[in-house]
């Protein structure tokens, strides 16, 4: 697995120690994945000329 390094605004630590039980890893990870998907499906779109 890839590692990568995110700088985050601080406002994020304050949100993030609010809800320390949330795996904020897996919270940006699955926002990576769903993103990447959807540029995925733009793309198929764009060369099928359907957009």
Do not use: C, H, Q, Y
């Amino acid at each position: 697995m890839a590692t990568i390094t995110v700088s985050m605004p601080d406002r994020f630590n304050k949100v993030k120690k609010e809800f320390p039980k949330i795996n904020w890893n897996e919270v940006m990870k699955a926002g990576i994945l769903k993103r990447l998907d959807e540029l995925k499906k733009f793309e198929k779109l764009k060369t099928k000329g359907a957009l």
